[in-house]
């Protein structure tokens, strides 16, 4: 009878210790040729807007993606609930640097994406995944703008 009350308490205590762990930041994963990195938000806030976390280490995340090849990002339940954009810089064969950025997707319309650059020779140098708090500021235009409550942000190499 002692025999099998030991196991049963190690097990309750991992239990315990594992339920007391602080919650992790959610975590962006980019993923190419056969390799990815997650990487942690460079800004993250509540869906106010406010109450801003300071970056933790290693919020800039760094990705081989060769010319032509598909980027693959994969966003948390936590982000995919919110309005979620890609935004990301490439150079173009004349050198020149060019922006562009995704549709805004709605909350749950999708938990990935999947950025194509042109074939025609253009590198992949940046990309952010924002994800939008429910601040609305007055558009310079005078729309509405949304707030950028969280960031993750990868650097590109060949």
Not at 42 to 54: F, P, R, S, V, Y
Not at 87 to 108: C, H, K, M, W
Request: overall charge negative; glycine content about 10%; hydrophobic content about 35%.
């Amino acid at each position: 009878m002692h025999r099998g009350l030991k196991p049963l308490l190690a097990a309750a205590g991992i239990a315990l210790v594992a339920g007391c762990a602080a919650p992790s930041e959610p975590q962006v994963t980019f993923y190419s040729h056969g390799n990815s990195a997650a990487v942690n938000p460079a800004q993250l806030c509540d869906a106010t807007g406010q109450n801003c976390k300071t970056p933790s280490e290693n919020t800039v995340g760094d990705l081989r993606v060769p010319d032509n090849d598909p980027l693959q990002i994969s966003v948390p339940g936590e982000v995919a609930a919110t309005p979620w954009q890609v935004v990301f810089i490439y150079r173009g064969t004349n050198g020149q640097e060019l922006d562009g950025r995704s549709a805004v997707f709605r909350p749950n319309e999708r938990h990935a994406y999947t950025l194509q650059v042109p074939p025609d020779g253009t590198r992949l140098e940046h990309v952010e995944v924002q994800q939008f708090s429910a601040v609305l500021t007055q558009g310079t235009d005078g729309g509405v703008d949304f707030g950028i409550g969280g960031t993750w942000i990868l650097n590109v190499h060949e």
